[in-house]
T-cell receptor
Framework: DTGVSQDPRHKITKRGQNVTFRCDPISEHNRLYWYRQTLGQGPEFLTYFQNEAQLEKSRLLSDRFSAERPKGSFSTLEIQRTEQGDSAMYLC????????????FGEGSRLTVL | GENVEQHPSTLSVQEGDSAVIKCTYSDSASNYFPWYKQELGKRPQLIIDIRSNVGEKKDQRIAVTLNKTAKHFSLHITETQPEDSAVYFCAANEKLTFGTGTRLTIIP
């Protein structure tokens, strides 16, 4: 296991299209997080899972965003009807413990909405 | 929810000098405070963390101090080196509310 992997690394789409990102966490990690990062800002929390259960979703997240982790392993983040403001780096992270431990981040999926 | 403020936003120090970055948080229930380093184009990586039952933690040239009463914590880097140049983020609580980052530049 080489760490958290994300796919695709880059996605360019037209406004109004749907996009989906995938995250494969470190295999034994039970927690999985999604963050969004824009240039010059810190990662912004979107949602996180404990195994397959989605424990929290940011109140800032519109209903166009949905995330799943159906079998408690990989996760997907879907953005419907993309807008230019959705352009950002989408980071996935995983951790082994109850959350009060190191998060291991993936390389991120960069979304550009034209 | 938690709110984390980080200062300064940019910091330049001469190689060999010390650098200090400060963060304040709002939720007194927060009990976990990590610092992440992000080099240009790379993923954030944990460099040090502290839990609320200790006031200070040190790892070689890096130290973190926590003042729970005042709800602030700081990152201290001593004997800075060019490879310390990066963006540093503080964070608080279980699901990590991040600060806005400090771009640290080490001047050779």
């Amino acid at each position: 296991d080489t760490g958290v992997s994300q796919d695709p690394r880059h996605k360019i789409t037209k406004r109004g299209q749907n996009v989906t990102f995938r995250c494969d966490p470190i295999s034994e990690h039970n927690r999985l997080y999604w963050y969004r990062q824009t240039l010059g800002q810190g990662p912004e929390f979107l949602t996180y899972f404990q195994n397959e259960a989605q424990l929290e979703k940011s109140r800032l997240l519109s209903d166009r965003f949905s995330a799943e982790r159906p079998k408690g392993s990989f996760s997907t983040l879907e953005i419907q009807r993309t807008e230019q403001g959705d352009s950002a780096m989408y980071l996935c992270a995983s951790s082994l413990t109850d959350g009060t431990g190191e998060l291991f981040f993936g390389e991120g999926s960069r979304l550009t909405v034209l | 929810g938690e709110n984390v403020e980080q200062h300064p936003s940019t910091l330049s120090v001469q190689e060999g000098d010390s650098a200090v970055i400060k963060c304040t948080y709002s939720d007194s229930a927060s009990n976990y405070f990590p610092w992440y380093k992000q080099e240009l184009g790379k993923r954030p990586q944990l460099i040090i963390d502290i839990r609320s039952n200790v006031g200070e933690k040190k790892d070689q040239r890096i130290a973190v101090t926590l003042n729970k009463t005042a709800k602030h914590f700081s990152l201290h880097i001593t004997e800075t080196q060019p490879e310390d140049s990066a963006v540093y983020f503080c964070a608080a609580n279980e699901k990590l509310t991040f600060g806005t980052g400090t771009r640290l530049t080490i001047i050779p």
